[in-house]
């Protein structure tokens, strides 16, 4: 992104909203400027529609606007009712609930009193907006976790008595936003006398452990049967660097037959014929372009080695 500046040294003539609209101009340019690039190779655009804004303020008292959009091609979060999401805050792993979202970069903008302002775009699955529109309980989880994020990827402090305003869906623009698509890793095809990843023994911690037909993640899309599945952390105990998954698929021949996706926290497996289909969530964000996959043909025994993102 090229660096815009001021020609003839004359901002610090602006005063009040000319100020504030300077500077939203010039955010405006450059955003146009990222826009106009294209997407990197396993990333997607994605183009936010307007849901609605939620106002509050920084520490230092600055109005900020949070834009909450969605996007066709955002992945849903998995299917829960409030009793289940009620349980799970109250259990030991609050965690176990993820939302995928996009949080945008900050944009400049002025608010109806012609004075400066910051705005922030989250984009969410349009099916999700509506869950927490019609849900106090999904709605305050919801918020707490976008402002959560924003504090963390932004270092800063948001103050927690917002609003949402009534007669506006956003506040100023809602420019394009970038985000990691899913990858595909190569499968490895392995012989029965080659060894399988140290890592992955018999005294590993479980940390998923799933044998029943129902999914783990958002609604099945295919009537095809969920294989047998354990995913496994190491080291066992404390934060993860790697999280490893083996994944039983006796009825296939040959990895050419299957198809891995990996997003930042999901597998995603489907077979041909509709032999096989995984969809699950990860409770730890992994590093996709460094996981591998290795499918052993005596043992029929698919295994997903995924470093784990480390702790921000």
Known sequence: M????????????LEGGEEALYQQLLMQA?????????????????????GF???????EGDKVFINVCTAENMPPPKDMTEAELLTLLDSDDPTGYRIPMSLGEPHAEVDRSSKGCTAYDVVIHPTFLVKIQSSQVFMGFFITIVL??????????L???????????????????????????????????????????????????EVSSQSAGEERKSKAPQPKFTIVQEPPEGYPEF????????????????????????????????????????????VQEECG???NRKTKILTITMPVQPQS
Do not use: H
């Not at 804004?53 to 520490?59: P, R, S």
């Open 293 to 295: 996959a290795q499918y």
């Open 53 to 59: 804004c939620l106002k509050t303020k920084a520490q």
């Open 2 to 13: 090229e660096a815009f500046e001021v020609a003839d040294g004359n901002l610090g003539l």
């Open 159 to 209: 103050d927690r008595n917002w609003v949402i305003l009534k007669n506006k869906k956003f506040i100023g623009t809602l420019p394009e936003q970038t985000i990691r698509s899913q990858s595909k890793p190569w499968i490895m095809e392995m012989d029965s006398s080659e060894s399988m990843p140290d890592m992955v023994s018999a005294n590993k911690k479980p940390l998923i452990s």
């Open 148 to 157: 959560e994020g924003l504090e963390s990827k932004y270092e800063m402090t």
């Open 243 to 286: 999280l490893v998954a083996e994944i039983e698929l006796p009825k296939v021949k040959t990895a050419k037959s299957v198809t891995l996706d990996l997003g930042e926290d999901r597998i995603l497996l489907k077979s041909r014929a509709d032999i096989y289909y995984l969809d699950i969530y990860l409770p730890y964000n992994i």
């Open 30 to 50: 450059a955003q146009e400027q990222q826009e106009n690039q294209p997407a990197a190779s396993g990333s997607l655009k994605i183009i936010p529609k307007p």
